[in-house]
């Protein structure tokens, strides 16, 4: 199994051979020095992924041939992460290690006390998150690739249609994630198709925002008596998800 993976726009149901420009054919002839003769794995922006031999480097380019493709990836529950706005570099952490975890969906969200998202930066800050996504999916050779999100406020996110179960986490109690992920035989338990987990921001929920979040649907959830910070708890709950559902 090679370890080398790289990104191409789409790849065509029929191609048998796909050419590799910009900055994936630099990071493939100069950060991989991949040679012509070896075989790397090609991941499209809709999650299909081929196996491919190289057989021309070019200075612009690099030129493969198809050899096999795989399937989709569809996993049993798409679990989605809703996380409110922090420091950019301790953001794009937690994105970057949902997408290696295989979560569906990234979705930024602005709380009152989350930092704000200054308009005019927005569309090249999704750009870099996007990159981010495909990276990791890179790295970890991934057919699922994270789909990232515009940021949107609390209340344009509680707006917007649900998934199956939606989960969000609360300092002031709830019910144990793990119970409901073990919990198998209840009824309305697991599994359902999709779940969303919302992540409050550093400084917690307000107490208008949790009645808000309540009543869109979410139920509480807790992940033990640690006060975690807001990184370490969206981590530690998407980890849990993925895990008891997916793996």
Known sequence: MTANQFYVPAIPEDADRIVLQGDEHRKLARAARVRA????????????????????????????????????????????????????????TVLEKAAELGCSDFIPVVSLRSLKAPAEKTARRLERWKRIAREAAKQCKSRLLTEVHPPRTLTEFLRAPGADRRLFL??????????????????????????????????????????????????????????????????????????????
């Not at 491919?52 to 030129?63: N, Q, S």
């Open 170 to 247: 609360s300092e002031h109690g709830g019910r144990a994630l793990k119970d409901i992920l073990a919990a198998r035989e209840e009824p309305g338990a697991f599994p359902p198709g999709s779940v969303l987990l919302l992540v409050g921001p550093k400084g917690g929920w307000t107490e208008g925002e949790e009645r808000d979040i309540r009543r869109a649907g979410f139920e509480a959830v807790s992940l033990g008596r640690r006060i975690l910070r807001t990184e370490t708890a969206a981590l530690a709950g998407a980890a849990m998800i993925v895990h008891f559902r997916n793996e």
């Open 37 to 92: 003769g070896e075989k790397i794995w090609l991941l499209d922006a809709g999650g299909r992924r081929c196996l491919t031999r190289v057989e021309k480097i070019g200075g612009d380019r690099t030129e493969v041939t198809v050899l096999s493709a795989e399937e989709l990836e569809t996993p049993r529950t798409k679990v989605a992460l809703a996380q409110c706005l922090m420091e950019a570099k301790k953001l794009e």
